[in-house]
């Protein structure tokens, strides 16, 4: 399986992902889930990907070969975020089509969350589902996730804000998929960050945590320890205080 998220605030955008692909107990490999394309200083995408691995693979290649090729639209010609989340739709729809002609006993659907900027028009993020039809984030909850998304999401739905700093919203991030790895073991490293400050229009900080990692270690272990912590402050029930009191 797979968990990935994006965050889109004020000062930029934060991308996460993990590497882990199964399709069975005995069957697990790594593959970057996480893709970048674009123009310095005119425009810049980031990709992230969920579900089958011959499709997002397929729906990447696409993506690459168009530019050169000069097919339009393309993730060049576009002149919108919306423009390239449709695009994209397109692509996914198609590919998922023709991989399903080969072999009509097996789900070829995915899921892709495109991010990024284009010159001259603000960051956006669109999720794209496995129809081809897409969603944008709310401006109550500023991210978009797929895959194994419900064990990294309380740490986002209580912290994350659109005014919320870039680096605070990469660690929030960081806890999210420890969250899910530690719950999920279809989801696990090497973990993908990648943060873009707004109208950089080029690459941002771009992240690679293995499971040896020492940041990576640091941050779960005192994320576990705060963990305990605050549960240790939590107020008493009634009857801590005095065994007489009911509920």
Same mark, same amino acid.
């Given at each position: 399986?797979? +968990?990935?998220?994006?965050?889109?605030?004020?000062?930029?955008? &934060?991308?996460?992902?993990?590497?882990?692909?199964?399709?069975?107990?005995?069957?697990?490999?790594? +593959?970057?889930?996480?893709?970048?394309?674009?123009?310095?200083?005119?425009?810049?995408?980031?990709?992230?990907?969920?579900?089958?691995?011959?499709?997002?693979?397929?729906?990447?290649?696409?993506?690459?070969?168009?530019? %050169?090729?000069?097919? &339009?639209?393309?993730?060049?010609?576009?002149?919108?975020?919306?423009?390239?989340?449709?695009?994209?739709?397109?692509?996914?729809?198609?590919?998922?089509?023709?991989?399903?002609?080969?072999?009509?006993?097996?789900?070829?659907?995915?899921?892709?969350?495109?991010?990024?900027?284009?010159?001259?028009?603000?960051?956006?993020?669109?999720?794209?589902? %496995?129809?081809?039809?897409?969603?944008?984030?709310?401006?109550?909850?500023?991210?978009?996730?797929?895959?194994?998304?419900?064990?990294?999401?309380?740490?986002?739905?209580? &912290?994350?804000?659109?005014?919320?700093?870039?680096?605070?919203?990469?660690?929030?991030?960081?806890?999210?998929?420890?969250?899910?790895?530690?719950?999920?073991?279809?989801?696990?490293?090497?973990?993908?960050?990648?943060?873009?400050?707004?109208?950089?229009?080029?690459?941002?900080?771009?992240?690679?945590?293995?499971?040896?990692?020492? +940041?990576?270690?640091?941050?779960?272990?005192?994320?576990?320890?705060?963990?305990?912590?605050?549960?240790?402050?939590?107020?008493?029930?009634?009857?801590?205080?005095?065994?007489?009191?009911?509920?």
């Amino acid at each position: 399986m797979t +968990y990935c998220a994006a965050l889109n605030l004020d000062t930029g955008m &934060v991308f996460c992902s993990d590497s882990r692909t199964n399709a069975g107990i005995d069957n697990v490999s790594v +593959y970057s889930k996480m893709h970048t394309f674009g123009s310095a200083g005119e425009r810049f995408f980031v990709l992230l990907s969920a579900g089958n691995l011959a499709t997002t693979q397929a729906v990447v290649k696409k993506l690459n070969s168009d530019m %050169p090729n000069g097919l &339009v639209p393309n993730l060049q010609s576009v002149a919108s975020m919306q423009e390239a989340a449709d695009y994209l739709g397109i692509i996914s729809t198609q590919v998922q089509r023709q991989q399903s002609e080969r072999d009509i006993n097996t789900n070829f659907e995915a899921s892709f969350i495109l991010g990024g900027q284009i010159a001259g028009s603000d960051p956006e993020l669109f999720m794209i589902y %496995p129809q081809g039809n897409c969603i944008h984030e709310s401006n109550e909850h500023p991210f978009l996730q797929i895959g194994e998304v419900k064990y990294g999401k309380p740490i986002l739905d209580r &912290v994350v804000r659109r005014d919320t700093p870039l680096n605070r919203a990469a660690h929030c991030c960081m806890v999210s998929m420890n969250s899910t790895i530690r719950s999920n073991v279809s989801v696990g490293p090497p973990v993908e960050l990648l943060i873009y400050q707004r109208d950089q229009l080029t690459p941002g900080r771009h992240c690679l945590y293995r499971e040896d990692d020492l +940041y990576a270690r640091q941050l779960a272990e005192q994320w576990n320890s705060g963990l305990m912590s605050a549960l240790d402050q939590l107020p008493p029930f009634p009857w801590e205080r005095d065994p007489n009191l009911s509920c």
